[in-house]
């Protein structure tokens, strides 16, 4: 029952629907492993398919649609394996899935490339305010204000003073008009995926009716988004 290169993983049960059914899929393996009870492991049959086709399906809306229509909700979510062996999978001619599967693997590594220089540049970003704004390496004349030694031109001030701050809020969510909308709708999930400085698409979005009737408010541009629960903080 060992893993094999090729092999798709679904996740069995997860706290939330989402993640529900999430697939993956074995590279090389450089020692033996084995799924724990949580992960569904199918084996595609190299035959007939490329295992990396069947990959990307799962991993594009259509696939992910036919995922959720098969999650049962009970304490935590989940899917079972019976159903998802009921799950058809669209198969075109092994070229034809293969040239898809190059196509999409060159943008895959593109996007790793290209979050790799990103990762670089903000290390290089946090080093520079780390000596700018952490450590005064810039500056030479100092001050004491409330106990803390800074620049001379700096100032303490408090969160409140300098920044209007809001808490957001959540529309209905057993109100179907209230979503599905042109309004990106970020919550605490969005901010601790995203891998840029900035949001630039969320998981759901809400509708007018759903901005009016809820607590929550658009954001300007340039707001700062922080996470108040789950990763609280980021």
């Known amino acids: 029952h060992g893993l094999e290169k090729g092999d798709l993983l679904f996740a069995r049960r997860s706290f939330v629907?989402?993640?529900?059914?999430?697939?993956?899929?074995?590279?090389?393996?450089?020692?033996?492993?084995?799924?724990?009870?949580?992960?569904?492991r199918a084996r595609p049959d190299t035959n007939s398919v490329v295992p990396e086709f069947i990959y990307y399906f799962f991993k594009s809306d259509i696939g992910r649609n036919e995922i959720m229509k098969i999650v049962r909700q009970t304490?935590?979510?989940?899917?079972?394996?019976?159903?998802?062996?009921?799950v058809e999978v669209p198969v075109p001619p092994k070229r034809t899935q293969q040239v898809i599967v190059e196509y999409l693997s060159t943008l895959d590594e593109k996007i790793r490339v290209n979050n790799r220089i990103n990762n670089l540049l903000e290390e290089i970003a946090k080093e520079i305010f780390q000596n700018w704004f952490v450590d005064f390496g810039i500056y030479s004349e100092f001050k004491q204000?409330?106990?803390n030694k800074i620049p001379k031109e700096f100032q303490i001030s408090k969160l409140t003073d300098i920044t209007d701050i809001v808490l957001g809020g959540t529309p209905n969510s057993d109100e179907d008009s209230y979503?599905?909308?042109d309004i990106v709708w970020a919550k605490a999930k969005d901010v601790s995926n995203e891998q840029e400085a900035f949001i630039s698409e969320t998981e759901k979005s809400i509708t007018n009716e759903g901005l009016k009737e809820s607590s929550t408010e658009v954001a300007p541009k340039d707001s700062t988004i922080i996470t108040a629960r789950g990763t609280v903080g980021e």
């Open 145 to 147: 204000e409330d106990g």
């Open 17 to 40: 629907r989402e993640g529900s059914g999430k697939c993956s899929i074995v590279d090389d393996l450089t020692e033996p492993l084995v799924p724990e009870s949580s992960i569904i």
């Open 75 to 86: 304490a935590v979510s989940g899917i079972a394996q019976s159903d998802l062996k009921q």
């Open 179 to 181: 979503w599905g909308g």
